[in-house]
């Protein structure tokens, strides 16, 4: 049975720095994982998908990472903004998608 | 623009009481996806539809049900069978299984009990 976990929880940063979010998953056997962002009270919102042939994504200030072989996946932040507060979630997907708890990101000003 | 839209926002369920979700798409996807959410936790999925007048259960369907009559629409019913109802509800959309294209979400539904 498939597995994904996250860690840390949760985690506070001051402005500016750079940050990485994990993602460990038990099955390596993946058509894709995605990295999602949610907003307090919203749904989520896709921000990177990194296909099971692909190394890694980016998208502006957002780096995603996937080891297959080690069944982890990073998400690196460049640059933290206070706006970039939200929860973080990585899922993988063979048919449907199975997420992770999740990483509460805070950027202090 | 495209996109999923759910509602009510928030809902509140009386003892004994069933109650709809409604969700909507108009993105032409052929998936559609119920989650529950609870605090702390990531998504569970409750029940998908690949295709319309077919739908399976998910992980946690018991005391739910759905239907997929149209393309655009897949509510769901949560039923007075389900003892803790309170969540938060997400319904997503999708290309087919195996597709490479992400699932999307609508912005949720928030149930409560009275």
């Known amino acids: 049975k498939q597995e994904v976990t996250q860690i840390p929880a949760a985690l506070s940063v001051p402005e500016g720095e750079n940050l990485v979010l994990n993602c460990s998953f038990t099955?390596?056997?993946?058509?894709?994982l995605q990295w999602f962002r949610q907003d307090p009270g919203k749904g989520l919102t896709s921000l990177l998908l990194?296909?099971?042939?692909?190394r890694e994504q980016t998208s502006g200030r957002l780096n995603a990472s996937l080891d297959k072989s080690s069944g982890r996946s990073t998400l690196y932040i460049a640059a933290s903004q206070p706006g970039d507060s939200a929860t973080y979630l990585c899922?993988?997907?063979?048919?449907?998608?199975?997420f992770g708890q999740g990483t509460e990101l805070s950027v202090k000003p | 623009d495209g996109g999923i839209t759910q509602s009510p926002k928030y809902l509140f369920r009386k003892e004994g009481q069933n109650v709809t979700l409604s969700c909507e798409q108009n993105?032409?996807?052929?998936?559609m996806y119920w989650y529950r959410q609870d605090p702390g936790q990531g998504l569970r999925l409750i029940y998908y539809?690949?295709?319309?007048?077919?739908?399976q259960k998910g992980d946690i369907a018991e005391g739910y049900s759905v239907s997929r009559e149209k393309k655009e629409s897949f509510p769901l019913t949560v039923t007075s069978a389900q003892k803790n109802p309170t969540a938060f509800y997400l319904c997503?959309?999708?290309?087919?299984?195996?597709?490479?294209?992400?699932?999307?979400f609508g912005d949720g539904t928030r149930l409560s009990i009275l």
């Open positions: 899922a993988v997907r063979r048919g449907k998608l199975i």
């Open positions: 099955d390596s056997a993946i058509y894709n």
């Open positions: 990194i296909q099971s042939s692909q």
């Open positions: 539809s690949q295709i319309v007048n077919d739908f």
């Open positions: 993105l032409n996807h052929d998936a």
């Open positions: 997503a959309s999708s290309t087919p299984r195996g597709s490479d294209q992400p699932q999307h």
